[in-house]
């Protein structure tokens, strides 16, 4: 069976789309996941890949990260009695006052009038300590992992 040229072209990139896309869903509460580091997983400059993840998906890989960060944040702010603050770090932000003002521009609420009005429509919040174990946020400082094995034989 052959196809055409231009079919396959196209089929090529958008499986490069698609490759940086799962890279996206998979590293999303990475804080230092940027445009650069998504764009080289498609092979792609990223002014390029702006342009086909937006033709592909119809929306930029800002606001389709954005989304799922958010989209996360409200499972925890529902279930998880962890502080805005430890929710915004957990899911990739870096500043509260960015999270919280993208969280109400997505939701129409502010994150905690978001939990106000949803918390208790469930289950009992889990813990927050077994929260931040289950997300990875227990990490350990740079080094401290040799300093806790200097005494030990090798």
Same mark, same amino acid.
């Given at each position: ?43 792609? %400059?990223?002014?390029? *890949?702006?342009?086909? +993840? /937006?033709?592909?998906? #119809?929306? $930029? @890989?800002?606001? &389709?990260? =954005? ?27 870096? %500043?509260?006052?960015? *999270?919280?003002?993208? +969280? /109400?521009?997505?939701? #129409?609420? $502010? @994150?905690?009038? &978001?939990? =106000? ?38």
């Amino acid at each position: 069976m052959s196809y055409p040229r231009v079919t396959i072209g196209r089929m090529d990139r958008m499986r490069q789309v698609r490759l940086a896309k799962d890279a996206m869903d998979r590293d999303w509460a990475d804080p230092g996941l940027d445009l650069d580091t998504v764009a080289a997983h498609a092979g792609y %400059s990223r002014y390029h *890949f702006i342009r086909a +993840f /937006k033709e592909a998906y #119809g929306e $930029t @890989p800002g606001q &389709y990260l =954005t989304h799922r960060r958010i989209e996360r944040a409200e499972d925890l702010l529902r279930t998880a009695n962890l502080s805005v603050t430890e929710i915004c770090h957990l899911v990739g932000f870096s %500043s509260v006052g960015t *999270f919280s003002a993208r +969280f /109400k521009s997505w939701t #129409g609420l $502010t @994150p905690s009038e &978001y939990r =106000t009005k949803h918390v208790g429509r469930g289950a009992a919040l889990i813990p927050g300590c077994y929260a931040m174990l289950w997300a990875g946020g227990f990490r350990s400082a740079p080094g401290a992992e040799e300093k806790r094995n200097s005494g030990e034989a090798h």
